[in-house]
């Protein structure tokens, strides 16, 4: 990695890639592949509609988008997700459902985010992030002053943030990196953690987390 180079906040991990996985990204992939997008307007064109805009940074498996998408067919969606695994099984279930509002990117988000040049996404989740719990990999954490002044241009004035995290370290940070954000709301309160969201399914991570004793912290963030 030369000085210059972007730290990233994942490193890929593909070796457990499954066949079924593996075909999905072969012959599903040109059917659900977001094109490059540097408007609301091109954002639309890759619908082929208008319409609220929901971005999920970190899919994961997909259990998540996969059911709001299913559930709001009024809307659109966009996943990110760079591990090829989960991208595989997000997108057999994305062709299961036969899903048409939903769009799929591998890109590292701040690169996927970069050539918008206005607002383009309505709701922006990211749940249950790569905490990097070592004091020393905590610069590879996503969520830092950085990427929400990125964010923030991209997120309509009208727009929601959501973040949950079951690491009370990456809570903590993220509640001082708000504070010193002046381009952010914490709309419980300075300092304060939401209540879960309702619209959120449980998904087998979160169902883990809670097994092993971790409290969950949300937080619900708009445009200042």
């Known amino acids: 990695m030369t000085e210059n180079a972007p730290i990233r906040s994942f490193v ?9 996985q593996r075909e999905a990204l072969e012959y599903t992939w040109d059917t659900y592949a977001l094109p490059d997008c540097t408007s ?5 064109a890759a619908f082929g509609r208008r319409a609220s805009c929901t971005l999920e940074i970190g899919s994961g ?14 809307e659109n969606f966009v996943a990110v997700e760079v591990y090829r695994p989960g991208l595989g099984r997000l997108l057999n279930l994305a062709e299961a459902a036969a899903l048409k509002n939903l769009r799929v990117s591998n890109q590292d988000v701040c690169e996927m985010l970069a050539p918008f040049v206005k607002e383009a996404f309505d709701q922006v989740m990211v749940f249950f992030p790569d905490p990097w719990p070592k004091k020393r990999h905590h610069k590879r954490r996503l969520l830092q002053r950085k990427f929400f002044e990125l964010l923030a241009l991209r997120l309509h004035r009208h727009g929601r943030l959501f973040i949950a995290t079951d690491s009370e370290s990456y809570a903590l940070s993220i509640n001082e990196t708000i504070a010193d954000s002046p381009g952010w709301i914490n709309l419980s309160g300075p300092g304060r953690v939401a209540p879960r969201v309702t619209f959120r399914p449980v998904t087998k991570f979160e169902r883990k987390a809670k097994a092993a004793g971790s409290a969950v912290h949300e937080f619900i963030l708009a445009r200042a």
């Open 61 to 74: 498996d997909g259990s998540c988008i996969i059911e709001l998408a299913r559930n709001r067919a009024s």
């Open 40 to 44: 609301s307007a091109e954002l639309a």
């Open 12 to 20: 890929r991990r593909d070796s457990r890639i499954t066949r079924a």
